[in-house]
């Protein structure tokens, strides 16, 4: 209803000393701005952290959130990271 424009299921390459290692894909891409990896776990733990990080490295990005659905309060579930 906002027309905020958003990509689901981005994918993107990773390279590695100019050669391509891989592809993964971003939950969601906003505005073509702002990364959001949705995640349902137990905990966030720095394995998810250090992903989004480098979804934001290699996209050139700012701003990523972290979303975790597997609590009780949805606010609690967020994480920001800004590089």
Do not use: P
């Amino acid at each position: 209803m906002r027309d905020i424009v958003y990509e689901r299921q981005k994918e993107i390459t990773l390279k590695y000393k100019g050669k391509v290692v891989g592809k993964h894909r971003i939950d969601y891409m906003i505005e073509d701005k702002v990364i959001i990896e949705l995640k349902a776990v137990e905990a966030i733990n720095k394995i998810y952290e250090a992903q989004l990080l480098t979804y934001l490295r290699v996209t050139n990005k700012r701003i990523g959130l972290l979303i975790n659905f597997n609590v009780d309060l949805l606010k609690k579930g967020i994480k920001t990271l800004i590089i």
